[in-house]
């Protein structure tokens, strides 16, 4: 039986699916199958936009780690159905959550939204689902009172926002919600207070705890959360606004769109009067017969000197006259221009109106929502309330969240040469709003930040960097000159060479300016890591630079290399790559028992190429006699535990192998693609080694996640070698 979560609320507006996507991440770093289900659906005409964020957070990394479960599966009833025949619409409810129960360990039912608008009885039929389900709630209490209505005119007035409620008011709230439970019968797991005022969380934790411990109450133990008010999490996007206004996207980048909308300006005067008006993240509402306004609007949206607005919405239906059409586009605008027929009046009003939903394509919302249940309820908590069994298994998303968990504890500046790539900013961004690392950025700052808060991304935290600053490219051309002296390299030549992006962001690397680089999502590998060949260099102990992929399974993770670098690496380099690898091994918590790959097993096989795995794997035992090893041997007698019963009895790696060492290039690369495609392994990497200070490489075609995942690699080696060098340094001065 699957340990499930019920989250509920007792109003509508409390923002259940920030609470829903923190739950959701909480389990999925413990549990190996999670699901998630929606008891009653918004809708029966469009998709219920919460589930559709869970299922999407479930998929993220690889669906490997979570069962196959489909829209239609995780949904029981709908609004229609339970007031036809609440019992039958229950019984149905029960069935088809029993359904999904079954495919997994644990379950996020997700209560009803309060659609049907000021029904009493809402709470008490979500309650009832949850005590037939056998699941226990965690109560959501809202922060807030109502949704943001708002003054249009107004650009203090934010959207999604409205008046926080005081402790007296959550206390009475509380009170009502516990009346409705001990009605229903059904266990308390917990309580979050979200939306909350920032400045008074302690307090309305307080007013809920004494309720819940008054005198003769059994709820002692249930611990109380909350969580700030965060506006971005409810302000509507400009692709939300381009719905709710039925308006068409006439000039603008559309990436754009994911952007938040902040608050709303009608800019029904006079140009020289709007313009003070306008601030970040406005939606700025123009009717089309005024093009000067539009003209000024857009012209102070490309300024320095003026805030950057989220969106423009032209009002009226009017056409724009041709010559300024043209003006227009000669301009190239980024930020999106809507048309609508509505009026001013109109379509401010469908504006303050539009829902700040948690979408499952919102990347701010997204990290943000995380960061702020992360920071503000206490995970092992929580996950020893469910009494969840952690899982034996190590799944991808479990691996990806040990990364970012190890690189969170030792927080390390890594720096990303490639600021002129959106993925770059929103990998960033992730990485900033999650605590991960310090981020230094490479590009001019102003066209880095705009185009950062154009799409809605906060990379406010992270250090902007030109390559072409004249204080660094002097010192870095200096370093420089004096490490390829021996090459004839002048001054001049390297103020040239530095201001190129992977030089540039090397030397930061060499000169302690930042830990560790990660770079390649639009260079290739080989300009990626020239550099570091130049000026980081290997480590003493090592010959070669090699590469490792950690291939992360259904349920383990294993270490390939060398899938990147070395074409033909002779028998002394694959010696050198083998142990590198096995120290990559544990750097990442999978004990090493390495497998020297050839087309054949133990003794069988004769020839140059076998030779070279075996004359590898001696050089390994003499250099590492402590490390596990076996070669050569083939693929299937070092994964297959039948297979190496058969070919090689007895042996400690045959059959158990998590370090694969492939004999060439050729072969590791096209075996990591073949295992990444038809396993479908998350593959992450590749992940260099053997280098003095860690640069890793990005594929061209590298996902945001990917890039996330790189950065987290490079802070964990970054903070190792700082470790192995902090203890030879101890060493040191103790024998002297």
């Known amino acids: 039986m699957a340990d499930s979560i019920y989250i509920t609320s007792a109003e509508g507006n409390t923002g259940k ?67 036809l025949d609440p019992d039958a619409a229950l019984g149905r409810i029960v069935a088809r959550y029993k359904a999904v129960e079954a495919k997994c360990d644990a379950v996020v039912v997700v209560g009803s939204d309060y659609t049907d608008v000021g029904s009493p009885t809402e709470l008490a039929f979500n309650l009832r689902v949850a005590a037939n389900l056998g699941v226990p709630v965690l109560l959501v209490l809202g922060g807030r009172v109502g949704p943001g209505q708002g003054e249009v005119l107004n650009q203090s007035d934010r959207l999604g926002q409205s008046d926080p409620r005081g402790p007296e008011d959550i206390r009475q ?30 307090e309305l934790i307080g007013s809920v705890r004494g309720v819940i411990d008054a005198p003769g109450s059994q709820l002692a133990s249930v611990p109380v959360w909350a969580i700030p008010e965060d506006p971005y999490i409810v302000a509507p996007s400009m692709k939300s606004i381009l719905k709710s206004t039925n308006g068409t996207l006439v000039n603008g980048d559309p990436a754009l769109l994911s952007r938040e909308a902040l608050g709303v300006v009608v800019a029904a005067m006079s140009m020289v009067n709007v313009l003070p008006r306008l601030f970040d993240g406005a939606v700025v509402v123009i009717p089309s017969d005024r093009p000067q306004v539009l003209l000024a609007v857009l012209m102070a949206n490309s300024s320095a000197t003026f805030p950057s607005i989220a969106g423009i919405v032209l009002v009226g239906g009017f056409a724009l006259p041709e010559e300024i059409e043209r003006l227009v586009d000669g301009l190239a605008p980024s930020v999106p221009i809507i048309r609508t027929e509505l009026g001013s009046y109109e379509a401010a009003l469908r504006i303050t109106h539009t829902p700040g939903r948690m979408a499952a394509d919102s990347q701010r919302k997204h990290d943000t929502a995380l960061a702020l249940f992360e920071g503000h309820v206490d995970a092992s908590v929580l996950l020893d309330r469910l009494r969840v069994s952690r899982a034996d298994v190590v799944t991808p998303l479990m691996f990806e969240y040990t990364l970012l968990e190890r690189a969170r504890k030792n927080r390390k500046r890594i720096v990303m040469p490639e600021g002129d790539d959106d993925r770059i900013l929103r990998a960033a961004a992730t990485l900033l709003a999650r605590d991960v690392a310090d981020i230094t950025i490479l590009g001019e700052e102003f066209e880095v930040r705009s185009r950062a808060i154009g799409l809605g991304l906060d990379i406010s935290k992270a250090q902007v960097v030109s390559p072409f600053d004249d204080v660094l490219r002097t010192r870095f051309a200096e370093e420089y000159a004096k490490l390829r002296a021996h090459k004839g390299v002048t001054i001049d030549q390297a103020m040239d060479v530095v201001t190129d992006v992977s030089y540039f962001g090397t030397m930061m690397v060499q000169l302690g300016l930042a830990d560790g680089m990660v770079s390649g999502a639009t260079h290739t590998t080989a300009h990626t890591i020239r550099p570091s060949f130049e000026i980081i260099k290997t480590r003493p102990d ?117 370090v694969f060492i492939f004999p060439d290039l050729n072969t590791g690369n096209n075996t990591y693609k073949a295992v990444q495609r038809s396993a479908g392994a998350l593959a992450i990497g590749p992940v260099l080694q053997g280098l003095r200070k860690p640069i890793n490489d990005l594929s061209r075609g590298a996902l945001v996640q990917d890039i996330v995942n790189t950065v987290a690699i490079t802070a964990i080696q970054a903070a190792t070698l700082s470790a192995v060098a902090a203890a030879r340094t101890e060493t040191a001065a103790v024998s002297a």
């Open 542 to 658: 090592t010959s070669v630079v090699s590469s490792v992929f950690l291939m992360a399974l259904a349920d383990k993770v294993l270490v390939y290399g060398d899938c990147a670098v070395n074409p033909d690496p002779s028998a002394e380099q694959l010696a050198d790559i083998a142990i590198s690898a096995s120290e990559t091994a544990v750097e990442f918590g999978i004990e090493p028992r390495i497998a020297m790959l050839s087309y054949s097993t133990g003794e069988s096989g004769k020839g140059a190429d076998v030779d070279k795995v075996r004359a590898a794997t001696e050089l390994v035992r003499e250099r590492r006699p402590d490390l596990l090893i076996e070669g050569p041997i083939q693929y299937d007698a070092a994964a297959d535990a039948d297979v190496a019963a058969a070919k090689m009895p007895g042996s400690a790696v045959a059959g158990r192998a998590t």
């Open 17 to 83: 699916s920030t609470i829903a996507l923190g739950v959701l991440d909480t389990l999925l770093r413990s549990v190996e199958r999670v699901g998630v289900f929606r008891p009653v659906a918004r809708s029966v005409h469009h998709p219920d936009y919460v589930l559709e964020l869970l299922l999407a957070h479930l998929a993220t990394g690889s669906a490997k780690s979570t069962p196959p479960l489909s829209y239609d599966e995780c949904v029981g009833v709908s609004y229609d159905d339970v007031h």
């Open 173 to 202: 709230l509380t009170d009502v919600s516990l009346a409705e439970l001990r009605n229903e019968h059904v266990s308390l797991l917990g309580v979050i207070i979200n939306r909350a005022d920032p400045a008074r969380l302690d």
